[in-house]
């Protein structure tokens, strides 16, 4: 069996939900420190006196950092590293090879959560309220000054830097989600390519090559415009060969399940590409044929409704997005949100889930809190009728069919 097909063995199943907590990641720590191929140590305090742990494993000469969730709300990877870990302690499968010469070549270094304020809060920023990932410079963040204090004592020869991205990014303009995306960090404005960010293309080329299997058309790539803020950026100019790795969106998986399991492949088989160089083959031109990635998608699109607007009526397609909103006393709870994004011609954009409105009327209903005219920022609760009766009823961007429920 491969690793993605053998995935569920290793997937550590009290990370399930992703709104966990810094306190939660706390325990599985202290168990892996036990199971002897790992050694834990604090790394620095977050700026509410949260222990950022360090994890260090392997014997071998290649150092490899690895940090997850810089951002609050960007978990996915995290959870795919423990999965990662628990991959590692396993003993007498078909993967003991894999094991065996990940561990003798490497020395992996990992955190797996460098912002556990943001974490708390379920937010990007910081508890200062800053993004993190923009403040490789100013060191303005306890978070910030622990992540540099590590390059540069560690001198990784290889990074990789694990977010979250939008999960209506689409692998190029086409209606395929990107659920993984990657790049190749660029250390200046002239977007030079050295020895060290060449490194990092043959590797995302490699990590393509094996996503295709399982997610043909769904990697994206992000544009490379230097950010001369950005950690990524300036740990690539800082000699580091540096991935940066984007979990996406999945259709049906708001819990990005799919993705952490994707991010257990890949970043296996990028220990094993590094081990064994094998990513060397991969050109230049292999990553940059992976598609940018482009905000075409919705969460829900209504094709071609009618609007009636006093005697004149015109047809329209409504573009709809759904957004959690955290509640206010950082239980972890959310609601969710959704919103009126665009409305026209939506005909270069796709939706994650679409309604043909061909014959449908909108109307906003008795009940509903939208106008009488389809307008972005309204709130998306509304109706589609068709001779009078009500075919279709959108309620906070959810879609019920009265003939089918």
């Known amino acids: 069996?491969?690793?993605?097909?053998?995935?569920?063995?290793?997937?550590?199943?009290?990370?399930?939900?992703?709104?966990?907590?810094?306190?939660?990641?706390?325990?599985?720590?202290?168990?892996?420190?036990?199971?002897?191929?790992?050694?834990?140590?604090?790394?620095?305090?977050?700026?509410?006196?949260?222990?950022?742990?360090?994890?260090?494993?392997?014997?071998?000469?290649?150092?490899?950092?690895?940090?997850?969730?810089?951002?609050?709300?960007?978990?996915?990877?995290?959870?795919?590293?423990?999965?990662?870990?628990?991959?590692?302690?396993?003993?007498?499968?078909?993967?003991?090879?894999?094991?065996?010469?990940?561990?003798?070549?490497?020395?992996?270094?990992?955190?797996?959560?460098?912002?556990?304020?943001?974490?708390?809060?379920?937010?990007?920023?910081?508890?200062?309220m800053i993004d993190m990932n923009r403040d490789a410079l100013a060191l303005q963040t306890p978070e910030a000054r622990i992540l540099k204090g590590l390059v540069e004592t560690l001198k990784p020869d290889f990074g990789f830097n694990l977010h979250d991205q939008d999960p209506r990014y689409t692998a190029g303009r086409s209606p395929k989600l990107a659920t993984m995306s990657f790049l190749a960090t660029s250390y200046d404005y002239e977007l030079s390519v050295n020895a060290t960010r060449m490194r990092s293309m043959q590797l995302i080329a490699?990590?393509?090559?094996?996503?295709?299997?399982?997610?043909?058309?769904?990697?994206?790539?992000?544009?490379?415009?230097?950010?001369?803020?950005a950690f990524g950026d300036n740990i690539q100019k800082w000699g580091t060969t540096l991935v940066l790795v984007e979990s996406g969106g999945y259709k049906g998986d708001p819990e990005r399940r799919f993705a952490r399991k994707l991010n257990f492949v890949a970043l296996l088989s990028a220990f094993e590409a590094i081990s064994s160089g094998s990513y060397q083959t991969q050109t230049r031109n292999g990553y940059e044929s992976i598609p940018f990635n482009s905000r075409c998608a919705y969460d829900l699109v209504i094709r071609g409704c009618t609007v009636r607007q006093g005697e004149q009526e015109y047809r329209v397609d409504i573009g709809i997005n759904r957004e959690e909103v955290n509640s206010s006393d950082m239980d972890g709870g959310f609601s969710w949100h959704s919103t009126i994004e665009e409305t026209g011609d939506l005909s270069t954009c796709y939706g994650i889930e679409e309604v043909d409105g061909s014959g449908l009327t909108f109307q906003a209903g008795q009940d509903a809190t939208a106008t009488e005219v389809p307008t972005a920022g309204d709130v998306a609760t509304f109706l589609l009728t068709q001779d009078g009766k009500v075919r279709y009823s959108i309620e906070n961007g959810v879609v019920s069919d009265p003939d089918t429920d």
């Not at 325990?27 to 834990?40: E, F, N, R």
């Not at 302690?89 to 959560?113: I, K, Q």
């Not at 990590?207 to 490379?224: A, H, M, T």
């Open 1 to 128: 069996m491969d690793l993605f097909d053998s995935y569920p063995r290793y997937r550590e199943e009290a990370l399930f939900y992703r709104r966990f907590k810094h306190a939660d990641i706390l325990p599985l720590i202290d168990l892996h420190a036990s199971k002897g191929i790992w050694q834990v140590s604090t790394a620095g305090l977050s700026f509410e006196g949260r222990e950022i742990k360090l994890l260090r494993a392997g014997r071998g000469t290649v150092k490899v950092l690895l940090w997850s969730q810089m951002h609050g709300n960007e978990p996915t990877a995290t959870m795919a590293l423990f999965d990662i870990f628990n991959f590692l302690e396993a003993t007498g499968d078909e993967f003991d090879s894999l094991r065996e010469s990940v561990l003798n070549d490497m020395t992996l270094y990992v955190v797996p959560m460098l912002n556990p304020d943001g974490a708390e809060r379920f937010q990007r920023a910081t508890a200062q």
């Open 206 to 229: 490699y990590l393509n090559q094996v996503l295709q299997e399982f997610i043909p058309g769904q990697v994206g790539r992000f544009s490379d415009e230097h950010e001369p803020r």
